[in-house]
């Protein structure tokens, strides 16, 4: 009798959209003023990192390899201790400045392949380990002397699903142009169903950023999943920190699953062709009781997840590099 019942209450999350094409829809341009978007990312860029950075995925640095990343100029290595703890530290060796994220990791010891010189992740001359932060989805680091901020113990993490209960995947790019255009893009929800319309359609922005004690955008939104059949939804983008911006279902299928978009830089401040690595994480969760069958069968998924990603960062990475190349131009403010 309770699997009936189950049944007879469940419902579809897809519904079958009848709204106005592309070119009927109602212009956004007015909407989107470029006085607010740029006020919001003003107030993001004054929010406090720690000078922690994402370098990566967490299941990029695997037992027995280290892994490389540049952030602001700075050659980084990431590597497991024997125990499966994160490591990090400059990029080069302090003998003879070989590059450690070619070398070999050996029970946890992270070994340089030109003359065998062995590191734990402890001192050593003036070779200095950075902290480092593993939350499960992303890798971390701090870098004090490129964020330039007063150092914190951890990073700020987005809240996320509970641990386990959902689907995670991480996405990355790299665009030329600096992390506050990576972020502008994501904080001007308005161009979703205009410059993604295979994947968002009747996008409206209920509520607008307030100031620093409400200053989130909500967005009620359909994901686009074959033809007319879309998922309508309700979400949040949120700017906890200068480099980061979440998306977040607040209302209908999947609430709670967040979309976090991490900025981070690969070239110095001061560089004259600035590189900036999109780091994208996307954990879904969903209440219902199938969902179980998703989680078993997350790694088919993460390659499909990954794939949707990098589809509308193709288009937002133009976005971003075309912000970049106006502001540097002085064509444009920023």
């Known amino acids: 009798m309770a699997d009936r019942a189950d049944k007879a209450r469940w419902t579809s999350p897809l519904r079958r959209r009848r709204g106005p094409g592309w070119a009927e829809q109602t212009p956004t341009w007015r909407a989107a003023r470029p006085a607010l978007i740029a006020d919001t990312l003003k107030r993001a860029s004054a929010r406090p990192s720690g000078n922690w950075f994402v370098a990566g995925a967490s299941r990029e640095v695997r037992p027995g390899s280290p892994y490389g990343r540049t952030v602001g100029g700075v050659e980084v290595v990431l590597w497991r201790s024997r125990s499966g703890g994160l490591r990090a530290g400059p990029g080069a060796c302090p003998h003879l400045g070989a590059p450690l994220r070619d070398s070999r990791v050996v029970c946890g010891t992270l070994v340089c392949h030109w003359h065998g010189l062995a590191l734990d992740g402890s001192a050593f001359a003036d070779w200095q380990p950075y902290p480092a932060h593993d939350d499960g ?16 113990e951890r990073p700020v993490v987005p809240d996320r699903p509970a641990p386990g209960s959902g689907v995670d995947a991480v996405y990355t790019a790299v665009g030329r142009c600096e ?31 307030r100031g620093d004690e409400d200053d989130a955008f909500e967005v009620d939104v359909s994901f686009r999943v074959a033809g007319r059949l879309v998922v309508p939804v309700r979400a949040e983008f949120t700017a906890p920190e200068p480099r980061t911006v979440v998306m977040r279902i607040t209302d209908g299928e999947g609430a709670t699953s967040v979309v976090e978009t991490h900025a981070t830089p690969l070239t110095a401040g ?4 600035p590189r900036t690595a999109v780091i994208e994480a996307v954990v879904a969760a969903s209440d219902r009781r199938g969902f179980a069958l998703a989680r078993a ?9 990954r794939r949707t990603a990098g589809r509308l960062w193709r288009d937002d990475l133009a976005y971003a590099e075309r912000r970049w190349e106006l502001r540097s131009s002085g064509r444009f403010p920023g």
Not at 137 to 152: H, I, K, Q
Not at 297 to 305: D, E, F, S
């Open 270 to 273: 001061d560089a004259q062709r």
């Open 137 to 152: 989805v992303l890798v971390w680091v701090r870098l004090d002397a490129v964020g330039g901020e007063e150092p914190t």
């Open 297 to 305: 069968a997350a790694p088919v998924l993460r390659p499909l997840m």
């Open 179 to 209: 992390p506050q255009d990576v972020v502008a893009n994501r904080l001007d929800p308005w161009h979703g169903s205009w410059f993604h319309p295979y994947s968002f359609v009747d996008l409206t922005v209920v509520r607008e950023p």
